[in-house]
């Protein structure tokens, strides 16, 4: 059985007390690391947002898990992520975490630059350009952020780990890997390859919607922590009333052996009992989380396959909000971009024909502008269980 400690928390200024809770959970972390090993805390830095924008990990779970390790003795500690644009030490200011980190003495660790390291043992991926600051640790504490996601549909503990690649490789992923499946195999190779050993979840206020970086902060209120990020990311998913098994970083992730996606092999220890990922739903989930549900990629409406082009989302500009910056032609992975501008001071223009649908654009835009479109008639359709 793979457990997860679920610990409810209303409100971030009791995020430092429930982290050390769901940590003592989970049987504390003296098996896990070791006090001589140099540990990287590795939070979501997605993009220069303030911490009520619910993009990052909130500085406080990071405080939460940056104390419970120095009050255990583990004093070499680093911590950074490399964001998909812009600068990281930016980003953490702007977070609140680099603030934290520089009041509890630690240091960021060098994410300006990467190294091209060999996975022989990959499946999908043997290579990764990784950064420096994770090849220096001996160890990561991956501390994730809740948020719903376009391409895989929630980013939690396994999709958070993509933050160890070098800048603007990560792009380049999504061009070797272009849908959800491919790309969450790529992932379960990173993870196996990384194997970071804790995961901490900023579930208190996570995002919902339009994220991961243009959704709506959403209070779950609840910490949770595991040694298996991919049993915490299915307790994630049940939580918000999302089939694990849409997920596909969670199946792919279970199959590879990444960890345990079964949710009968999952047990959610919380302060008062031990719960089943059923009875959590039951007590914690939250039914009209706004995620993507729709069943087509599962296969369930095959037989639309000829519509295929009417099905699938696309990503989409609403016009009124684009202050054409450009960044999301600069995220364009897609050799030549796949979206462009045609007229000065309008916003950029799609070539559907080119497009490979991985969201880096939407990902990206710093003024929630873009979105995943689908025909309204497909939208409620595909919702159908047939
Ligand atoms: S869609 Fe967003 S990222 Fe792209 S140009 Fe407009 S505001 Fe900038
Ligand atoms: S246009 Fe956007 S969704 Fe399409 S390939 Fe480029 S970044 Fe990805």
Redesign the pocket.
Known sequence: MSKVALVPCGSYDDAVNAVKTALDLIGGVDTILGKEEKLLLKPNFLAKCPPEKACTTHPEVFRGVAKYLQEKGYNNLSYGDSPGHGDTRAIAKECGVGAVADELKIPLADFTAGKSTPYPDGISANEFVISNGVLECDGIVNICKMKSHMLERITGAQKNIFGCVFGLNKGASHVKYPNATEFAKMLADLNLMLRPRLHIMDGVVAMEGNGPQSGTPRNVGVILASTDSIALDTLFASLVYLDPKLVPTNVIGGERGVGESDINKIEVITPSKTLTVAEAQAQYGIKDFDVYRGMEDKGEISYLKPFKNLIKRKPK??KE?????????K?CPVPGGA?H?KKNGK??VYDYKKCIECYC?QE???????YAYQNPIVKTISKIKF
Not at 364 to 370: E, L, R, S, V, Y
């Open positions: 500009i609403k909000l684009c202050v054409a910056c450009g960044i999301c032609v995220s979206l501008f916003p950029p654009c990206m835009c710093p003024k929630k502008a873009i």
